[in-house]
């Protein structure tokens, strides 16, 4: 009588087992890939389904985009600088059946390739592309990373560069080339004035020489000019082609 007892109440836990095993629920967000005997059957949800025990499998798939942070990479540029350089990336599976199937681990798998893939395009430029020149290096990368992936049933939605670390003697290196380009400019600035300076007086030199009038009228205007200034006394020469010209009037 015991024994039966036992039984029954071994069959009872049994049946809740199985209806708790048949029955499953994914969220919105959730698909599952379904195997029968091994062999891929479909892909469902989301919502209540059915799944067969013994005979069907289900491996829950995330279809939200994943944010993946790339691990810092020593790269180095195409002009021999040493830099390390770390991104992130952010993805999401759009093809449950081949993110499960193509590849043993999309999550594993799209990491690395994120790794090489990063290295490989930003040791084609030079530093000042990787400093200057981001988002179009962020889009080359998605561009590379996005076509390899599709094959996974991954779809890459956009990379972002987030650091490029230079070691102190690189950094001291650009802070003098910087002051450098900074002096050079200021020269170049100067020598622009200077040459703008001196064809603006030959221009007057040039008005100056063809009228006598002017020429008297900038010579008293001067005498003007250092009379106010009673610091100092000062001898003027008065050319006597002037003195000349102003009694003849």
Same mark, same amino acid.
């Given at each position: 009588?015991?024994v039966i007892?036992?039984?029954?109440v071994?069959i009872v836990?049994? !049946?809740?087992g199985?209806?708790?095993?048949?029955?499953? !629920?994914?969220?919105?967000?959730?698909?599952?890939v379904?195997f029968m005997?091994?062999?891929?059957?479909?892909?469902?949800? +989301? =919502? /209540?389904?059915?799944?067969? +025990?013994?005979l069907?499998?289900m491996? *829950?798939?995330?279809?939200r985009?994943i944010? @993946?942070?790339?691990?810092?990479?020593?790269?180095?540029s195409r002009?021999?600088?040493?830099?390390?350089?770390n991104?992130?990336?952010?993805?999401r599976?759009i093809? +449950?059946?081949r993110?499960?199937?193509?590849?043993?681990?999309?999550?594993?798998?799209?990491?690395?390739?994120s790794?090489?893939t990063?290295?490989?395009?930003l =040791?084609?430029?030079? /530093?000042?592309? $990787?400093?200057?020149?981001?988002? %179009?290096?962020?889009?080359?990368?998605?561009?590379? /990373?996005?076509?390899?992936?599709?094959?996974?049933?991954?779809?890459v939605a956009?990379?972002?560069?987030?650091? !490029?670390?230079?070691n102190e003697? $690189?950094?001291?290196?650009?802070?003098k080339?910087?002051?450098?380009?900074?002096e050079?400019?200021?020269?170049?600035?100067?020598? @622009?004035g200077?040459?703008?300076?001196?064809? %603006?007086?030959?221009?007057a030199?040039k008005?100056?020489?063809g009228?006598?009038?002017?020429?008297?009228? *900038?010579?008293?205007?001067?005498?003007?000019?250092?009379a106010?200034?009673?610091?100092?006394t000062?001898?003027? +020469?008065?050319?006597?082609? $002037?003195m000349? %010209?102003? *009694?003849?009037?």
């Amino acid at each position: 009588m015991l024994v039966i007892e036992y039984f029954g109440v071994f069959i009872v836990l049994l !049946v809740v087992g199985l209806l708790i095993s048949i029955f499953r !629920v994914l969220r919105e967000y959730e698909r599952g890939v379904i195997f029968m005997l091994g062999r891929f059957y479909k892909v469902k949800g +989301p =919502g /209540l389904i059915i799944i067969i +025990p013994v005979l069907q499998q289900m491996v *829950r798939v995330d279809l939200r985009t994943i944010v @993946m942070d790339v691990p810092t990479q020593d790269v180095i540029s195409r002009d021999n600088v040493s830099v390390q350089v770390n991104a992130v990336i952010y993805f999401r599976v759009i093809d +449950p059946e081949r993110a499960i199937i193509q590849v043993e681990n999309y999550l594993e798998a799209t990491s690395q390739l994120s790794q090489t893939t990063l290295r490989s395009v930003l =040791g084609q430029h030079e /530093l000042d592309d $990787m400093l200057a020149e981001r988002e %179009k290096l962020n889009a080359d990368v998605q561009v590379i /990373l996005d076509k390899q992936t599709a094959a996974w049933g991954i779809k890459v939605a956009n990379v972002e560069i987030k650091h !490029v670390d230079l070691n102190e003697t $690189m950094v001291r290196a650009l802070a003098k080339q910087a002051e450098a380009e900074r002096e050079r400019r200021a020269k170049v600035i100067h020598a @622009m004035g200077e040459a703008e300076a001196a064809g %603006k007086l030959a221009e007057a030199a040039k008005i100056l020489s063809g009228q006598d009038q002017a020429i008297q009228l *900038r010579y008293l205007q001067t005498l003007v000019e250092i009379a106010g200034d009673k610091s100092s006394t000062l001898v003027f +020469p008065v050319p006597i082609d $002037m003195m000349e %010209k102003l *009694r003849s009037s």
